[in-house]
């Protein structure tokens, strides 16, 4: 019976201890996240619109490490845990930051690619605006040269379609050809 409850003792508080180990790198977790996560968020252009967020990060650090000095491991894991807390919303901030200015150039382009767009819709119809009045003009002249009036006089009809004849040249003798 003694044994028993020995044996149950004992792995009571192998448990107890184990748990106890979890919770210390729980806390060990926190903290190191949360130092990670402020190196992210420091290595970033966008890092000035997180200082507070960073700041109450830092000072939840600093609390964790005076309470851990003075002996109370929970009340510093609890600041470590804010810690983390603290310092992961300072990088969905920045990564926020990040989007929204992809977004936006993404926006801008899309509206320089429509204004480009729309301008060359605008040439290309020039174009066939003028296209179209070359032809009517090309249409009109030869219209004009089918159409001319037909010469009244036989001897202009016929000198227009044919070449005038090379003079003769006169003959020798003097006398008739």
């Known amino acids: 019976m003694l044994r028993r409850g020995m044996l149950g003792l004992t792995s009571i508080l192998v448990l107890l201890v184990l748990a106890l180990g979890v919770a210390a790198a729980a806390g060990a977790d926190d903290r190191a996240t949360a130092e990670a996560v402020l190196k992210e968020v420091d290595a970033s252009p966008r890092r000035e619109v997180a200082t507070e967020m960073v700041a109450r990060s830092r ?40 989007i929204e200015e992809r977004a936006q150039a993404a926006r801008r382009a899309a509206t320089d690619a429509g204004a480009v767009a729309q301008r060359e819709r605008a040439l290309l119809e020039e174009g066939v605006a003028q296209s179209g009045r070359l032809r009517a003009q090309l249409d009109a002249v030869t219209r004009e040269a089918k159409e001319q009036p037909v010469r009244t006089s036989t001897a202009a009809t016929e000198n227009a379609g044919a070449k005038k004849p090379a003079p003769k040249a006169p003959a020798r003798d003097g006398g008739a050809p």
């Open 59 to 98: 000072a939840a650090l600093e609390r964790a490490a005076r309470l851990r000095a003075s002996g109370d491991e929970p009340h510093a894991r609890l600041a470590d845990g804010l810690a983390r807390t603290w310092a992961e919303a300072a990088r969905d901030v920045v990564r926020a930051v990040e």
